[in-house]
Nanobody, 127 residues
Framework: QVQLQESGGGLVQAGGSLRLSCVASASGRTFSSYPMAWFRQAPGKEREFVATIGSRLTIIYYADSVKGRFTISRDNARNTVSLQMNSLKPEDTAVYYC??????????????????WGKGTLVTVSS
């Protein structure tokens, strides 16, 4: 598994932007080999998938709710995955989590089965 630490959350007005970052501390395996993802959990709701990026950068998927507004990227030299969030809406308010997978869940398309998770960063979008 890998240790993950998110940052960049905060309070923003609707229509504004935020950039989340997640730094990984990997032992025995290079960061570039981990597929990564972002999830979010709004108050009173279940955790939901937001975006994912493969280890080879050729696979990127977004949830329909954020497509065209959010961009996931990674900097393997800095062990970092980021989520640029533009045109934010009040319904984007949630705790955002970074995830990594050292097993086969991601490969099977089971993003919720990824085995390493950060503690989350809170994003609040005011109307």
């Amino acid at each position: 598994q890998v240790q993950l630490q998110e940052s960049g959350g905060g309070l923003v007005q609707a229509g504004g932007s935020l950039r989340l970052s997640c730094v990984a501390s990997a032992s025995g395996r290079t960061f570039s080999s981990y597929p990564m993802a972002w999830f979010r959990q709004a108050p009173g709701k279940e955790r939901e998938f937001v975006a994912t990026i493969g280890s080879r950068l050729t696979i990127i998927y977004y949830a329909d709710s954020v497509k065209g507004r959010f961009t996931i990227s990674r900097d393997n030299a800095r062990n970092t995955v980021s989520l640029q969030m533009n045109s934010l809406k009040p319904e984007d308010t949630a705790v955002y989590y970074c995830a990594a997978d050292s097993g086969s869940s991601w490969t099977r398309g089971d993003y919720y089965g990824m085995d390493s998770w950060g503690k989350g960063t809170l994003v609040t979008v005011s109307s």
